[in-house]
């Protein structure tokens, strides 16, 4: 079965979708044809090896929209009419239009992963470009897919609060788990780089720093418990929220020396820090996956986790994790001090607990077969 995958940019500094698409273009052994800005691919290359660009129109609100020629789109075209099914990534932008046009001109099915694209959340915003976008083509597209896939329980009861959706699919991501058989040695050396005790307790804040996923609020809530031996590193690179920023806010909160600014790290990289560290936090608006945040469980870090991380529900009963049940800041600092209290033995159970979950539920093999199960019960015989 040929198969192909539509995407919006894959770069490195994409986060969670370029992972997710890098294991859905390895489980389908597919063709990925990623519509992106000529501006931004000129300043970084594509993250998925072989991925091929797509170039928009370079005038204003064509730019914006993704729309591409059909010169720019001739190679995806031939990729499409040879498919079995063709997976599409993303919403709100040109690119899901032109699959839907493409399926009723070649008879080719599709189905539509929104990576979060389709939480309440995200409607709260460009309310009147995202009904417009719906209007003239959105609606069809969606209407149009064989099904819609989702990696949490969560993420789709979300989307079905907002849309009428033509049928769904719930498929974890996978993440590999860390060999941390030197855990001990890794974490002594990050923290002896950063100036960070042995005996601290440490927080990581790992992902972009935009205001969607709270790094500032982050800060706030590791300095409202007072305690002088919890440090907080901060690990992303910068978006709507610069690292001046959390510099700032913690030498206002009188915690500099506490929060350790490292900035963006890619690859096995990561995983240094999250071994110098004894549990992750995210108090995001939304996730739908949080790769991180189950890159963390894979290392044998415990999770606090907010209300808008679709993960939390699904590790309620493994007792892996924080979850929390408002955003109010209280909320967010009760639950910091609560893992201050813990002792590192605790945290490392809790650890434990979460890394064999990852183990029994988000092994690439079990991916790959959930995705061919799915390719060969919509995919167009040929």
């Not at 797509?54 to 031939?78: D, F, H």
């Not at 009428?164 to 002594?188: C, F, H, M, Q």
């Amino acid at each position: 079965m040929k198969q192909t995958i539509i995407s919006l940019g894959v770069f490195k500094g994409s986060g969670g979708p370029t992972k997710t698409i890098t294991a859905f273009k390895n489980a389908m052994e597919a063709e990925l044809f990623s519509f992106c800005d000529a501006n931004e691919l000129r300043e970084n290359r594509l993250a998925i090896p072989r991925a091929q660009p797509v170039v928009p129109v370079p005038l204003p609100i064509l730019k914006q929209l993704q729309y591409s020629t059909r010169r720019a789109t001739a190679a995806a075209e031939v990729s499409f009419a040879e498919s079995s099914i063709v997976s599409c990534h993303s919403f709100y932008r040109y690119h899901a239009i032109w699959v839907n046009k493409m399926s009723r001109k070649y008879g080719v099915p599709y189905w539509f992963v929104p990576h979060g694209i389709l939480d309440p959340w995200v409607m709260q915003y460009g309310k009147v470009a995202k009904k417009l976008f719906w209007q003239c083509g959105g609606r069809g597209f969606l209407d149009k897919a064989s099904t819609v896939i989702f990696s949490t329980t969560s993420e789709r009861d979300k989307a079905l609060s907002q849309f009428d959706l033509p049928g769904s699919e719930i498929i974890p991501w996978p993440v590999e788990l860390v060999d941390y058989s030197d855990r001990d040695k890794r974490r002594a050396r990050i923290r002896e780089a950063l100036g960070i005790p042995d005996e601290a307790k440490v927080l990581i804040y790992f992902g972009r720093l935009h205001s969607m996923k709270k790094p500032l609020e982050t800060i706030r809530a590791v300095a409202s418990g007072g305690n002088k031996n919890l440090h907080l590193l901060i690990v992303g690179n910068e978006q709507d929220v610069s690292l001046k920023d959390c510099y700032n806010l913690a030498v206002e909160q009188g915690i500099s020396g506490r929060v350790h600014l490292v900035g963006p790290v890619y690859g096995e990289q990561k995983y240094e820090y999250l071994l110098a560290a004894d549990a992750y936090i995210s108090l995001s608006h939304r996730e739908n996956f949080n790769h991180t945040a189950a890159e963390s469980l894979s290392a044998g870090l415990p999770l606090i986790l907010s209300r808008g991380n679709d993960l939390q529900v699904d590790l309620v009963s493994e007792e892996c994790s924080w979850g929390l049940f408002d955003d109010a800041p209280k909320t967010a600092s009760d639950a910091v001090e609560e893992f201050n209290n813990r002792s590192t033995e605790e945290l490392r159970e809790m650890g434990a607990r979460g890394r064999d979950w990852v183990g029994r539920n988000l092994q690439f093999s079990k991916f790959a077969e959930r995705i061919e199960n799915v390719a060969q019960k919509f995919g167009k015989i040929i």
